[in-house]
């Protein structure tokens, strides 16, 4: 079992920084593979990027790519989510994943955080 607790969510203006961190309990964080998704009020949750186990191979959804940046640190059994250039349209609940195997842009994921709250002005 993993529990993931994300954190670094809040309010900033359009052209923003944030970085998100989904820390992770247990000591097997290196045998997942990571993800982060995001939901805004009456959509669907989205792929926003994935890491694989070593951090080697990183893939973003193409609304993200160029801005935000994932990163993991094994040692420290966290993921991280870097957004710049912060969007109106970013704004959503950004939630953390793992899942046993390779990286992945679906939704098929073992476990989930609760999701943290990113809400973009102008």
């Known amino acids: 079992q993993v529990q993931l607790v994300e954190s670094g969510g809040g309010l900033v203006q359009a052209g923003g920084s944030l970085r998100l961190s989904c820390a992770a309990s247990?000591?097997?964080?290196?045998?997942?593979?990571m993800g982060w998704f995001r939901q805004a009020p009456g959509k669907e949750r989205e792929f926003v990027a994935t890491?694989?186990?070593?951090?080697?191979?990183?893939l973003y959804a193409d609304s993200v790519k160029g801005r935000f940046t994932i990163s993991r640190d094994n040692a420290k059994n966290t993921v991280y989510l870097q957004m710049n250039s912060l969007k109106l349209e970013d704004t959503a609940a950004y939630y953390c994943?793992?899942?046993?195997?390779?990286?992945?842009?679906?939704?098929?994921?073992?476990?989930w955080g609760q999701g943290t709250q990113v809400t973009v002005s102008s």
């Open positions: 994943a793992a899942r046993y195997g390779g990286a992945a842009t679906t939704t098929s994921y073992d476990y």
């Open positions: 247990g000591r097997t964080f290196s045998t997942y593979a």
């Open positions: 890491i694989s186990r070593s951090g080697g191979t990183t």
